[in-house]
């Protein structure tokens, strides 16, 4: 009988099947290493597209912030500017406040009585004088209340003084100031 030794093809077919699962194992670890490769760069892009995105918002809060700096400071400006427009108008109402205060004055005494002292200051006025007769005094108390510069027109006091052969009427008023609004 005829003997054949099929050992080597065997182990032929044993090397080639090595063979074929090595292939195939580096084809795998090839795929592998290229798709990990493909996600390592779509990552790093990614990661870098990020990093660039944060750094484009910080650079605009950089912006906006000095914007609010320079917003803060325009308001600051704006608030100095206004104490100092409503300095000015303080000004102007009491520059000609005085004046119509004592035109007033002049206006509601009477002709039988006259101003001794007149004092203002913190909105008050104090007014002493002197009058022929108590009529006179109430007068001067009326027309005084009818003003618009005069408020809280109050008598204190009012004695009879005698001047040799006069008997005249000391009076003290207290009032409160008032400027009324102006058309401007």
């Not at 108008?89 to 005085?98: E, I, N, S, V």
């Not at 007033?104 to 008050?124: C, D, M, N, T």
Request: with cysteine; hydrophobic share 40%; glycine share 6%.
């Amino acid at each position: 009988m005829i003997r054949i030794n099929l050992l080597p093809v065997k182990a032929a077919q044993k090397k080639e099947k090595l063979i074929e699962q090595l292939v195939l194992l580096a084809v795998v670890v090839g795929v592998v290493i290229v798709v990990c490769s493909g996600a390592y760069a779509s990552l790093q892009g990614k990661i870098s597209a990020v990093n660039d995105e944060i750094s484009a918002k910080e650079a605009e809060i950089n912006q906006l912030r000095r914007t609010i700096g320079e917003v803060d400071q325009f308001k600051k400006l704006q608030k100095e500017l206004r104490s100092k427009l409503d300095v000015l108008d303080q000004l102007k109402m009491g520059k000609a406040g005085p004046v119509h205060l004592l035109d007033e004055l002049s206006q509601a005494l009477p002709e039988k009585a006259w101003i001794v002292s007149f004092s203002e200051g913190g909105g008050r006025v104090a007014i002493s004088g002197m009058a022929h007769d108590e009529p006179s005094v109430a007068e001067f108390l009326q027309n005084l209340e009818s003003s618009p510069y005069y408020r809280d027109v109050e008598l204190l006091v009012i004695e009879q003084q005698d001047r040799g052969a006069l008997k005249l009427q000391k009076f003290d008023v207290g009032c409160l100031t008032e400027t009324p609004p102006t058309d401007m």
